[in-house]
């Protein structure tokens, strides 16, 4: 037999199997983008090496042989291996490992966020999650992170951004508050009232009762904000004493609402609204910060059902 470099033979059998499922040379020769003289030289060369014919010719059609025919089940089976193993090697370098750095706003990822963490780690054992709570504005370049929330238009412009959701802002308190100090009723009254607000920085948003004054007048209620916080969290819980008065959003104090601990202190009011995107740097891309990046969006789809 005649020798022949394997690479060549791997082509001409290739070229083979082409003609036996197209049926004819021409067709052959046309989705291989290759001369039609080419395709029958190749099948010729095959049949030389192997010693025996793959196929009848006539000037109309060609009918291959059961030996072709073997030989088309055998390579056809051989390239479904390859092709398996291919995708497979492929799926190994995609194999979600690693580290990833995020931040995430504590108040809307105490609901939304980390109450799955645990599963999501759990389907993928060879991930790590380095995870910042953070409120203020971050730089991702500098500080190296890989994803982060925010609620704010990032001053970088070679960052990747994705819109996620928003909220709306309100007051609660307890019925215990209303009890001791009273119904807040009219927005003019909160001076009278010991109500806890964001510090400026904390959401990148302004206070609810600023957005609520510009929306009604001019009513100026910073000297009502004694106690001011970074986090809604904090609000809620001094709040929870029943002898103040917190901004907040409807997902920090929905567990609260519904089983009647606190109330939305005029609701049809609302203090505007946080909205809330997920950036990262473009060229921190890899498996692993792609399925990340996917979890958060996921966990943030729940905000438009809220």
Known sequence: MQQFDLANLYVEASVFCAVVECGSF????????IAQSTVSNKVQALETYLGYALMTRSTRNIKITALGLKLYDFVTNQQKLFNEYIQLQQTKKETIHGKVKLVLPEVVSYNLVTPYIGEFLQEHPDLELEIYYQHTELNLFKEKFDLAVVNHMP?????????????QLFLYC?????????LLTDLKDLANHLYTGPINHSYN??????????NHGDLSVENATRIKVTSMLSAKQLAMSGHAIAGGTD???ADEINNGTFIKLIPEISGGEISYYLIRVPQHDNAAIRCVAEFIEN???????I
């Open 26 to 33: 021409t067709k052959a020769s046309i989705k291989l983008g």
């Open 251 to 253: 997902l920090v104090f």
């Open 155 to 167: 001053k970088q412009q070679t960052i990747k951004l994705k819109y996620l959701g928003k909220q």
């Open 299 to 305: 966990c943030f789809a729940k905000l438009r059902k």
């Open 174 to 182: 307890t019925k215990e508050y209303i009890s001791r100090y009273g």
């Open 205 to 214: 948003a302004k206070k609810p009762v600023d957005f609520i004054s510009q």
